[in-house]
DNA sequence: GCCAACTCGTTGCGTGTACAACTATCTTAG
DNA sequence: CTAAGATAGTTGTACACGCAACGAGTTGGC
């Protein structure tokens, strides 16, 4: 899923430019490359899957390395069922556990495991490396902060 | 899916700047929230996926208006199998055709029908208006022309 | 010319995701 | 205090996608 692009047909007003629509393009197709590719070295290197790891770090930075479903599936973008699933394969594979909430007992916490912490350690680097790599990289200091103003203005 | 932040454990080298970082948050955080609103948007308002709008753009670019099933797979950035099925749907929904290519009976053109045409010159300023709305309004234009010599720099 | 290697597109299968409906719990208005 | 509504998370279901295997067709070395 991708382009988007322009079909000519001119309306009167708010008809994004030729470099917007060069911008456009630009970003879904890094977005695309660069997910694949570091997807494709993370599992190749560490067997972590992309989503697991995104986990992993939200809860690795949380206090108390736990995180309430709802939130955790706000941080990583992701459906309250889609988070559901996902928690139950990070469970079963003993990287993350379940623990109710005293406080409220609909809610649930999900809590980094030792083990999950470890795992992360170990992917942690292959990942930094590869967003250096494919990224990073390519941009000098200042203009990866002109990149995150730019982009940071596309919110909520 | 989303976020990958450092978890800080520093390496002799090729570590993504607090800079870099940033750029990345932002830009993942960005691609999720542009492809849900600009996608739901089109949906809503002409009941075409954002997958079907950017096969038909794609075409509608195309000389002819048709394009080789691996060909149109590598424009949007979808695996060969999953352009069979996505192709498959639009059939069904008279918006493209396919049809074998007489100098290799292996390959199929898949080609813009009259009422894909017609669904693409509908949609299409719903989709622009939208591209301007959340992503373009956001930049000037050497701004936007800066971003995609930025992005354009992730390749292949 | 012929067989091996390659390419094109499709199909079987597994997986990851969203949406809507559901249960259990909490909150609030009266 | 209770009933109505809101909220947290799970489950049923449908669907879109990728990978690997396949069948048909093409190409190149000999």
Redesign the pocket.
């Known amino acids: 899923?991708c382009n988007y692009l322009v079909y000519h047909h001119r309306m009167a007003n708010s008809i994004p430019s030729a470099a917007t629509m060069r911008a456009w393009r630009a970003f879904l197709e890094a977005h695309s490359r660069l997910t694949t590719r570091l997807g494709?070295e993370l599992e190749a290197e560490t067997g972590l899957?992309l989503?697991w790891y995104d986990v992993l770090v939200h809860l690795a930075e949380a206090t108390g390395n736990r995180l309430?479903?709802?939130?955790l599936?706000g941080a990583v973008?992701?459906?309250?069922?889609?988070?559901?699933?996902?928690?139950?394969?990070l469970c079963a594979a003993g990287l993350v556990a379940?623990c109710p909430?005293p406080?409220?007992?609909?809610?649930?916490?999900v809590e980094l495991t030792e083990a999950g912490r470890n795992r992360l350690r170990a992917a942690s680097p292959v990942h930094l490396r590869g967003i250096e790599e494919h990224f990073g990289r390519h941009f000098t200091g200042p203009e990866a902060t002109a990149l995150a103003t730019l982009l940071g203005r596309i919110q909520r």
């Open positions: 899923m494709d899957p989503s309430r479903m709802t939130d599936a973008l992701l459906s309250k069922s889609g988070l559901t699933r996902l928690v139950d394969r379940r909430d406080d409220d007992r609909r809610g649930t916490f």
